[in-house]
């Protein structure tokens, strides 16, 4: 392989994951990948952050005791090359809505690159509610790296990152033909319930039951619209917050 492109290549499954191993081999391809991905499982950690963290070294480069976001400041600023573009992936279990973004460990560490300055890529395979748990090996992925390594490969040269931070890429499972690829926006169809059974309380995601349902309310041009329809959805997203200054707010303040 003859590339300059270096990434740096993360996770929230863990680094021995099959999902990792999968986009690892298919990224290695076109790039030179360092891999620095959390020892174990840390699943919808969010953004959370450590002060010190141990590293050790693995096949595929650095297992480290901590987060997403801890694997991203480690792998920017002590480890491997300076890159050009993270990627983060690929996750089991899809990322889907506007909700999600905060609570994602695989978003997260994508966030967490982006205002560090450097653009990202979070990648996730959505296996349908009536299929999970679903034991996955790597060829389950195949449309997951496939998006994945056009992308890498596309996107930076072609100015997408001169508007976008960061992509959350959403992937089907393989099918008997390649998933087309859509730009989406992150559904805000959101909808919790909670029911009490003594001292238990058990949580339902009303909206994760409506997929699996075939009652989905997504509109077109939504990520979860985009992947139950068997399309790869791709949301260009920015990383700062916005800001909205309206006139209710600011007289309050005068007031104070």
Same mark, same amino acid.
């Given at each position: 392989?003859?590339?300059?492109? !270096?990434?740096? #290549?993360?996770?929230?499954?863990?680094?021995?994951?099959?999902?990792?191993?999968?986009?690892?081999?298919?990224?290695?391809?076109?790039?030179?990948?360092?891999?620095?991905?959390?020892?174990?499982?840390? @699943? $919808?950690?969010?953004?959370?952050?450590?002060?010190?963290?141990?590293?050790?070294?693995? !096949?595929?480069?650095?297992?480290?005791?901590?987060?997403?976001? +801890? *694997?991203?400041?480690?792998?920017?600023? $002590?480890?491997?090359?300076?890159?050009?573009?993270?990627?983060?992936?690929?996750?089991?279990? $899809?990322?889907?809505?506007?909700?999600?973004?905060?609570?994602?460990?695989?978003?997260?560490?994508?966030?967490?690159?982006?205002? *560090?300055?450097?653009? $990202?890529?979070?990648?996730?395979?959505?296996?349908?509610?009536?299929?999970?748990?679903?034991?996955?090996?790597?060829?389950?992925?195949?449309?997951?790296?496939?998006?994945?390594?056009?992308?890498?490969? *596309?996107?930076?040269? =072609?100015?997408?990152?001169?508007?976008?931070?960061?992509?959350?890429? =959403?992937?089907?499972?393989?099918? +008997?033909?390649?998933?087309?690829?859509?730009?989406?926006?992150?559904?805000?169809?959101?909808?919790?319930?909670?029911?009490?059974?003594?001292?238990?309380?058990?949580?339902?995601?009303? @909206?994760?039951?409506?997929?699996?349902?075939?009652?989905? !309310? +997504?509109?077109?041009?939504?990520?979860?619209?985009?992947?139950?329809?068997?399309?790869?959805?791709?949301?260009? #997203?920015?990383?700062?917050?916005?800001?909205?200054?309206?006139?209710?707010?600011?007289? #309050?303040?005068?007031?104070?």
């Amino acid at each position: 392989m003859d590339t300059d492109l !270096e990434v740096l #290549l993360t996770n929230d499954d863990g680094i021995d994951s099959p999902g990792f191993r999968a986009l690892y081999d298919a990224l290695s391809a076109v790039a030179n990948v360092t891999a620095v991905a959390p020892a174990s499982d840390q @699943s $919808a950690v969010g953004r959370a952050m450590s002060s010190e963290v141990g590293v050790e070294e693995h !096949e595929l480069g650095f297992a480290i005791a901590g987060t997403p976001a +801890d *694997c991203i400041v480690a792998g920017l600023e $002590a480890l491997g090359s300076y890159p050009d573009l993270v990627v983060s992936g690929c996750n089991t279990g $899809a990322n889907l809505g506007a909700y999600v973004l905060g609570r994602s460990g695989t978003v997260s560490a994508a966030v967490e690159a982006a205002f *560090c300055g450097v653009p $990202a890529i979070a990648v996730s395979l959505y296996i349908p509610e009536d299929e999970w748990p679903r034991e996955t090996g790597v060829e389950e992925y195949e449309e997951a790296c496939r998006a994945t390594r056009y992308l890498v490969e *596309c996107a930076p040269v =072609n100015g997408v990152f001169e508007h976008a931070e960061y992509l959350n890429v =959403n992937a089907p499972l393989p099918g +008997d033909e390649s998933a087309p690829m859509r730009v989406t926006r992150p559904s805000t169809v959101y909808e919790m319930a909670a029911t009490q059974d003594g001292d238990s309380i058990t949580l339902h995601d009303l @909206s994760w039951e409506a997929m699996a349902e075939g009652e989905i !309310e +997504d509109p077109e041009g939504t990520d979860r619209r985009a992947v139950v329809d068997g399309a790869v959805s791709v949301s260009p #997203l920015t990383a700062p917050h916005t800001t909205e200054h309206h006139e209710a707010l600011d007289r #309050l303040a005068a007031d104070y």
